[in-house]
């Protein structure tokens, strides 16, 4: 399809189990972008890949998270030894840059959601 | 962390009424963009709005951004009970290209 895929669209899991969360961006989106929803609130920023670029990877919540991006395209969210608080829908989305503005520097557009990946941790 | 902020949480509304939602920030940006989502899944993107722009309209939409007041509204006129969603803004910061949520507001239209 021409969306972002995201895959499963629902995980189960035990306390403790590893998951990992996967992500097909829209072709030639060059961001790509992780975010967590937690029932009826906003979206938590997680993790943000652009290009060739270093992650930033600023607002993952501990070291039991973790994402990569193989070959600038698909990209997985792994979630090592999971706790219940860890139960969410994971949310990604990719871009391309807009125009550059008049200084050169072009900045994130519009943002292309899938529908999620809804994480319950027992 | 968080960098807008909506208000209200909440909004409940006839239909045919208009919808006001304000956006808070609390750093530089490059752009402002408004979302909505539906049933806690995927979010739509509804309007960008540049930093050097002051007003933009979408159809029923009408957008501001008041850099001076970190500050951003969101205008639905003429409401439909299909409106019925959340509806975030998104701050896409200067120095960088993350783009952050804020909490939401929760639209309800009733027919």
């Known amino acids: 399809g021409a969306g972002v895929s995201q895959s499963p669209s629902n995980k189960v899991t035990e306390k403790g189990k590893d998951v990992e969360l996967r992500c097909d961006p829209i072709s030639g989106h060059t961001a790509l972008y992780w975010y967590r929803q937690s029932l009826g609130q906003g979206l938590e920023f997680l993790i943000y890949f652009q290009g060739n670029s270093a992650p930033d990877k600023s607002g993952l919540p501990s070291d039991r998270f973790s994402a990569e991006r193989t070959g600038g395209s698909v990209s997985t969210l792994t979630i090592q030894r999971t706790q219940q608080e860890d139960s969410a829908v994971y949310l990604c989305a990719s871009s391309l840059l807009g125009e550059p503005n008049l200084r050169g520097r072009a900045y994130t557009g519009e943002l292309f959601f899938g529908e999620g990946s809804r994480l319950t941790v027992l | 962390s968080q960098q807008g902020e909506e208000d209200p949480q909440a909004l409940s509304i006839q239909e045919g009424e208009n919808a006001t939602m304000n956006c808070s920030y609390k750093?530089?940006?490059?752009?402002l963009q408004w979302y909505r989502q539906n049933s806690g899944r995927g979010l739509v993107h509804l309007i960008l709005?540049?930093?050097?722009?002051r007003e933009k309209h979408s159809g029923r939409l009408r957008v501001t951004l008041d850099t001076s007041k970190k500050s951003s509204s969101l205008l639905i006129t003429a409401s439909r009970a299909a409106d019925t969603a959340s509806y975030f803004c998104a701050t896409v910061l200067y120095n960088n290209n993350d783009m952050r949520f804020g909490a939401g507001t929760r639209l309800t239209v009733k027919p």
């Open positions: 709005i540049r930093s050097n722009e």
């Open positions: 750093t530089s940006i490059n752009n």
